[in-house]
């Protein structure tokens, strides 16, 4: 049997809660810690800009704003399948121009054949 493929399954992931997926830690750090690299150079720059903001305006929304953003995107990546599910996508987006917002009303009112 071939493991090629598989991955250990994460420290928190429990067989008995297989759809559970527990919230990450809301800290820089931590967040920081489960972006991969290519994300992490995002984040770190997004951050930092933040920071530069705060220190300038006394404000820490911005710093608020990042570090929630990128929690829910760490959370999302915790998700079975999102990998997959985000590859689906970009490889649809590359496949096809973007319908325009006409062209989306026009097909939609075709399609409506009750309660319209």
Excluded: N
Aim: glycine share 4%.
């Amino acid at each position: 049997m071939s493991t090629a493929g598989q991955h250990a399954a994460p420290h928190w992931y429990d067989p008995k809660r297989p759809y559970y997926t527990p919230m990450p830690e809301r800290t820089p750090a931590a967040i920081r810690a489960e972006l991969p690299a290519e994300l992490r150079a995002r984040f770190e720059a997004e951050y930092e800009a933040a920071l530069e903001e705060a220190r300038r305006t006394y404000d820490l929304g911005r710093v608020d704003e990042v570090v929630r953003s990128w929690w829910q995107t760490v959370w999302a990546d915790r998700k079975p399948g999102m990998e997959q599910a985000r590859e689906l996508g970009r490889r649809w987006l590359a496949s096809r121009s973007r319908p325009s917002p006409t062209s989306l009303a026009s097909s939609d009112s075709r399609s409506c054949t009750r309660s319209c």
